[in-house]
């Protein structure tokens, strides 16, 4: 069309156009969602332990990869350390169990010691992008770990055990680690959600495509970056402090693993970078897989890396890209639709 | 009549969805020099690239020397003898003046011009010749990338714009040289928003205007013919 | 040990890192591709020596003329079969390949080698050493390792400065779009220096695994030093990468004689004060555009 006629077309139609951010499947979604979460709410009593167990795992894996695709689906920072502040968040918990606060309301220090940490750290990181950013990343996270290996106060290279639980038995132990599972992956899927339909989604999204031209237009690049790399640290300090509850005992190998980078990167790469719904499928993809096949330990992985690889090449934007692409579908609506449009020519 | 040494039509060139050339032709003989003129945005850069197969067009064909070289790679054209030297002027600024140049020879096939006649044609940048290309000023930079792309010994020779940003007198020079090619034979087209020296230097002209030909004559047709054509025939409206 | 010993022999050590960080810097700068799976691959040509000297009997450098040909074919086969596809995905897709690529080669290797460290058979000339003076002795191998090192890096930098090729891999190294528009194959250019960056990989790698032990978790932590000493050397620079694993090099062995522990850790934080006080690196020279590619 050209523009002269592009100018006749809207003068001969002056009608507003109507905005709308919320549709049909997102109500239903929404609806669906609050009751489901009624019901897990209520697992711990009526199915108790043999169903808590998974279920805690698949509601830190909600976690992790809602996080991560908060950074490098949303922000473009493809950060391989994330895993770093799980650690931090582990070791936060003991610290702040040791002076006595009650590990399950220890949750919350913890994961804002990881957020104050990730500060300076932002501070050096952020400087990078793209792959020196991806291999920064991994740096940070092995000063983390090899500095705890080097402070006796936090066990060194043993470890620690988590003090504070010996009030509670085991039974109501797993019930409270279970619903604080819950209410994390809630309140990351929530807190994501939440900031990327505000303004903070769509100035991240043009950040993460094009950081030069959204600098050109006034966004904050600078500050859209630190607002997505301390908000992750400040979830995956949160699933530090679950995983210390989980397995009582802290110890540098097993929480800074970067095993849980890989699990991270595989769960959005599958779901889908940069959508809501994509992170939350690719977990229960992972949680499937690893409950089938993590018996077969080094294949698995390869297994997990090969399809990483895959999806990467083949269906960039991840299952649910190809669901969304195809039908248009969004349970958590973040952008903005048309409701009328001006009258086509 | 013999068969144009360039010949192009029908052709539509898209960014995306956006459409830059629409159903664009043009003719250019052998031993001819063609001016390509036009506002900023008409689609001119598009043009010569998609000539040189830096773009792929979504329609139309693109002819050379009697054989469709549409689909062709830029490495092809180059061997079969087309040369561009691109809009401002790209050298690689790390390389020195005569590395430049040879990364310009290598693509030919065979047949490239020996280093002494290109500092043959330009004999102030054979001063310079061991200099990193960034540290050249503009007209300098200007002769090396004519330079570089004369290294492979074209029969067409594309140029986008080499007066941008150069004194009249340097641009004058480049233009003398490029008359004492068109005596050795070569054909060219060249973009230019100098109308004056577009049309002084050329043979025919052709204007495009918002992704069309707007017209295609002989340069003889005049300042003024190009210059309604240029902003288009509509009276007093500017686009 | 003496001080000065200790500093010869980090800056001897640093040879090596140069020699893993070189290929990572290549890759880069010419390609635009940051491999994650670099450090892996270099731990890959490790162990084919390993089975190829253990198979013939024979130490490890007499199966150098099989291995190192074998990487360079591994690495064209990477660019071809897998690396392009990735860089038409934009970084974002190559960086999430290589570290996908990263996990399945540690795993595979876990799987066929088992996760036990390895040691390479390194002849005579792993226990022989050189005296120069009485305080200064060095051990035949690192020596070596560094000649060697120099070697490469100088024999690439010939390549780079004298032939064609290496004036097509420059010119694309600057300006691809535009070496593309002169004629310039960037397709064979590219496949040859991912063959080069693999096979001074394996070389490294095997370098790596005579001077200490190995096993296929050793990738990460090389990637990571190759990575420093290419961010502390600067860009751009061959030689800059060489004193980017100098300096990385001798920070590890002199604080290693203070205290073990600290040594890694001490090499980490030289690399963020590096990043924080001159992001660029500390030879950058005359490529302040191509840091400026890497930082945001």
Redesign the interface.
Known sequence: M?PEELVTALDANPRPVRVGRWNLAASVTAGSAAAGLVTLAAVPYFAGGPAEQPLIVAFTFIAMASLWNLLAGFSGLTSFGQHAYIGVGAYGLYLVAEHGVNPFAGIVPAAVIACVVALPVSALLLRLTGGYFAVASLVVAAVFQIAVTLAPSVGGTTGVSLPGLAGYGSVLREAMIYWAAMIVAVACVAGVFLMVRAGFGLDARAVGSDPVAAASLGVRVGRIRLLAYLAGALGMGAVGALIALQTLFIEPTSVFSIQYSVDMLFMVLIGGMGTIEGPIIGALILFALQQQLSQYGAWYLVLVGGIAVLATLTVPRGLWGVVSDRWGWSLFPVGYQVRDRPHDQ | MTAALLEISGLDVFYGDFQALFGVGLRVQRGQALALVGANGAGKTTLL?TI???ISPARGTVRYDGDDITAAA??R???RGI??V?EGR?L????TVE??I???A???ASGAWPLDRIYEVFPLIARRRRHRASQLSGGEQQAVAIA??LA?APSLLLLDEISLGLAPRVVSELYQTLAGLRESGATLVIVEQDLQRALGACDDVVCLL?GRVALAAAASVGRDAVVAAYFGNRGDKIP | MTWVNAVIQGMLQGGIYALIACGLSLAFGVMRVVNLAHGDLAVCGAYLALVVSTGLGVPVWYTLPLVLPAAFAAGMALQVLLLRRALRGGDFATVLVTFGLSVMIENLLQVGATANDRVLNTGAIGIASVRLGSQITLPWLFVAAFLTACGVLGGLQLLLSLT?WG??V??I???V?????????VGPVFATVAGFAVATAALAGIFIGAIGNFNPLTGTSTLIFAFEAVVIGGLGSLWGTLAGGIALGVTQVVVGEINQAYAVLAVHLLFLLVLAVRPAGLFAG??P?RAAQVLG
């Open positions: 050209r | 690239r040189a197969g830096a830029p490495h054209r180059i061997r040369a561009i691109p790209r690689f600024p790390s390389l590395e430049n040879l990364v310009g290598a693509a030919a570089r792309a492979a918002e | 064609s004036r097509k420059r010119a190294a600057d300006d779009d535009t070496a593309r528009l002169v004629g310039v194959r005359g490529q555009a």
